[in-house]
């Protein structure tokens, strides 16, 4: 049976975590390790104590995660973050986190398998930082509200609510992006209309987004940042599970948003 340590080091090499950047607080990799071995592993959108006890109510002792311990910067270890931190200790259970690495993976990243679930077929990268692009593009020919029905449809299955911009009936998608999580932004709007993007699926975003979107003849459909990123760490643990032999569970948290 593998350790936390082994686990990380390979997932660290699939999803190229030392090669992407990625903002402050992210620290991509093992952010807990534990006495191992792993016995089973749970997967889960936030760090937080639902998920924490979540993994502790499945017996599992690595819990990977897309928004890991240290989402908000550094406080002091009391109230929730100190319960967060003793239950994880008390039952020897392992973090490990992907930021940017998992949403950008051509084959296990958030955004791909976005697309997927939406019946779309990428053909091309969006949403650049720095040296990377996050999302995924591509072009198609499918009414706006068949798309944006199916955001719906998925969003609700996981605990949200999609909402898009206003668009006549008739409206066709041709040329759409991706970029989920919080992937409505000044930079990813210019970026899409230099692309020509008539129809950009996002997480969530500001509400000038909307506005902008609105005035340029652009739909955005929010989708939902939960429900858009639980793909990701579903895959992740599904390799795990296949390469080391130990069993998988989503936790499912939705934040309503």
């Keep these: 049976m593998a350790t936390a340590a082994e686990i990380a080091e390979a ?26 071995p792993i016995r089973g592993v749970a997967a889960a959108v936030d760090f937080s104590r639902r998920t924490v006890a979540g993994a502790v109510e499945r017996r599992a002792n690595l819990l990977i995660v897309h928004h890991g311990m240290f989402w908000g910067g550094a406080e002091p270890i009391r ?19 992907s930021h940017l690495p ?3 993976h051509p084959e296990l990243g958030n955004n791909v398998l976005l697309a ?3 019946r779309l077929a990428p053909s091309g990268e969006f949403a650049r930082y720095k040296t990377i692009a996050v999302g995924v593009r591509g072009e198609s020919d499918v009414p706006t509200s068949e798309l944006a029905r199916r955001a ?3 969003a609700a299955a996981h605990g949200g609510t999609a909402v898009a911009t206003p668009f006549p009936p008739d409206r ?11 992937g409505a932004s000044a930079e990813t709007l210019r970026e899409a209309a230099e692309l020509g993007v008539d129809t950009l699926v996002v997480g969530e975003g500001p509400h000038y987004t909307a506005v902008h979107a609105t005035d340029s003849g652009m739909v955005v459909i929010y989708a939902g940042h939960y429900a858009t990123e639980t793909l990701g760490v579903r895959a ?13 569970d989503f936790v499912e948290a939705p934040t309503g948003l």
């Design 79 to 97: 109230g929730p973050a100190y319960e967060r931190l003793a239950l994880l200790l008390a039952h020897d259970v392992a973090v490990y986190a």
């Design 172 to 182: 066709r998608t041709r040329r759409w992006a991706i970029c989920t999580g919080a």
């Design 152 to 154: 719906a449809a998925f």
């Design 236 to 248: 992740v643990a599904e390799l795990v599970s296949g390469r080391f032999g130990v069993p998988w």
């Design 102 to 104: 998992l949403d950008r």
């Design 116 to 118: 997927r679930e939406l």
């Design 11 to 36: 997932l660290d090499a699939v999803l190229g975590t030392r090669d992407t950047p990625d903002y402050p607080g992210a620290l991509n990799g093992l952010q807990l390790d534990n006495r191992g």
